[in-house]
């Protein structure tokens, strides 16, 4: 089998597998089941009936948001969701540009260099779709941290300023001055909402589902608990900043145990490429038949896909989600 003939399968097994997929709707028993119970919910009184919102809120929020509220959310706006929550002002115009250019740029110097257009073309489309993804899970990854680590301060804060005597709104414009950083940025933005007539939880649940972390849902869950049930609100507060001051400790040494394991998986997974590399620059005919012949290349593509799927393996038996 040549390596057009591969390729022309590959694309018509791809082709038909997305169009099985453009074709398929959701299940319409689930989602008439799940916008029935959305209503009942949300036109319920009871406390019950706003604590299991807030729960269903939390799980659609730990999970890839594509269904949040019953409402179907596509890939744009997942991907401006995911540009509003590495904290840069970038527009989703500006993030395709610099993707379709990356490509363009790589694809054109792979191809100067005398590289096969097949590989150049796939490898200037991998690498202009996969790094500005890998740069945006990096900045969200980084903020969502910076912002974990300061919001125990913040809920301290509210604590001591509802023992004062201010009331929570008030204390939360003390937040947005006193912290900085993705806290008080956020915190900011819920202060403008509740200053233009939004409701207080209405404007904690949107800071909620756009950050996505299962702390700030904690706090949500609890001013809405106590605001149904009552209770010393300054109490539970400094409650649930202690839990996850407990939390955020307990993932450091979650990741302390399992650094070795990382770095294990990392130097295993790079060595093979930082061979390549290194023969590469010393003797670059012994390895050039991987860009110009089909066995080679599709045994390359092979190794490459194994090495991912154990790559991947690796990583999920090293993650550990509290």
């Known amino acids: 089998m040549t390596l057009q003939t591969l390729i022309i399968a590959v694309g018509t097994i791809l082709f038909f597998v997305l169009v099985a997929l453009a074709f398929a709707g959701p299940n319409t028993g689930k989602a008439t089941t799940r916008r029935l119970g959305a209503v009942k919910i949300r036109h319920s009184d009871s406390a019950d009936a706003r604590v299991e919102q807030q729960m269903r809120k939390v799980v659609a929020a730990r999970r890839p948001l594509i269904f949040v509220d019953g409402q179907h959310i596509n890939y744009i706006d997942k991907l401006r969701l995911r540009l509003a929550q590495t904290g840069k002002k970038w527009t989703l115009q500006q993030y395709l540009y610099a993707s379709g250019g990356l490509a363009f740029v790589i694809m054109a110097i792979l191809l100067l260099k005398g590289v096969s257009f097949l590989v150049g073309v796939f490898s200037g489309l991998l690498i202009g779709a996969g790094l500005p993804h890998m740069v945006i899970n990096f900045l969200m990854a980084r903020r969502i941290k910076n912002f974990s680590t300061n919001f125990p301060d913040a809920i301290e804060l509210l604590v001591r300023g509802l023992k004062s005597g201010m009331p929570v709104s008030e204390t939360l414009s003390v937040i947005a001055k006193e912290i900085a950083g993705p806290v008080g940025e956020e915190f900011k933005l819920v202060v403008e909402k509740i200053k233009i007539g939004k409701s207080m939880e ?121």
Not at 215 to 226: G, H, N, R, S
């Open 202 to 322: 209405d404007a904690l649940q949107e800071t909620a589902e756009r950050l996505g972390t299962p702390e700030f849902q904690f706090f949500v869950i609890t001013l809405a608990i106590q605001r149904e049930t009552g209770g010393n609100l300054a109490e539970t507060l400094a409650s649930l900043a202690d839990v996850l001051r407990k939390r955020a400790q307990m993932k450091l040494k979650i990741r302390a145990m399992s650094s070795e394991s990382k770095a294990s998986a990392y130097i295993v997974g790079s060595l093979p490429f930082f061979v390549f590399g290194m023969v590469w620059m010393i003797n670059q005919e012994y390895l050039a038949g991987f860009f110009y012949e089909p066995r080679l290349m599709i045994a390359g593509v092979v190794g490459a896909v194994w090495m991912a799927i154990g790559a991947f393996i690796m990583a999920k038996m090293v993650n550990f989600e509290i």
